[in-house]
């Protein structure tokens, strides 16, 4: 299947936007310097998105497909519960590591647009709830389902602490430390009551 040079262009304004929200955030990027980076005509800009936030929900979503197509390959390579859980932490180090990384897209999206009943705001929900559902899903192989949402959320929470102090420059200690949490954590549920 090939792609149209219209989807090409929305496309490549989206990687552009990706790139330039990550590095200098939400509000502080205008349309102006995202259409000079993508060098598109302001009505090409404006025909794929007819605001910003349309753009900046585009580019979050863009970031989560993404993402969940990673932890899908990742899943792959593992058979047990603890293992592919293993995998999502061990997905989060290589990030902390890499030279690109500027801590996390959706946490400063939730920072700079507050308000619940905001696109973004609901564009970051879906990606942080995926990632608990994610995790739930894997850890009712082996615990009832109220556990495992349970543990999920705690999961979650670790992951996202783990990410705030490697953006602080804690990277090793923190991925390592969430990880032993997460796998003691784990196991301790996995024990009947």
Known sequence: MTSSPASDKRQHVVETAYGLFKRAG???????????????????MYR???????????????????????LDRLAEE???P???IAKIFDWHQRWFRSPDFHGCLFAHALAEFGDPEHPVFKAVARQKNGLKKRMQLILEEEMPRGRAES?????LM???GATLLAQ????????????????????ASRRPR
Do not use: C, N, W
């Open 168 to 187: 602080m420059g804690q990277a090793d200690t923190a991925i390592r430390d969430a990880r032993k949490a997460a796998l003691d954590i784990i196991a």
């Open 151 to 155: 543990v999920a959320a705690v999961l």
């Open 82 to 84: 603890g293992q592919k």
């Open 48 to 70: 794929h998105f007819p605001s910003k936030d349309e753009l900046i929900v585009e580019v979050l979503d863009y970031r989560a497909r993404r993402f969940a197509r990673q």
């Open 78 to 80: 593992v058979a047990t």
């Open 26 to 44: 939400f509000h502080a990027t205008g349309i102006d310097r995202i259409i000079a980076e993508a060098d598109v005509a302001k009505m090409t």
């Open 158 to 160: 670790l992951i996202e």
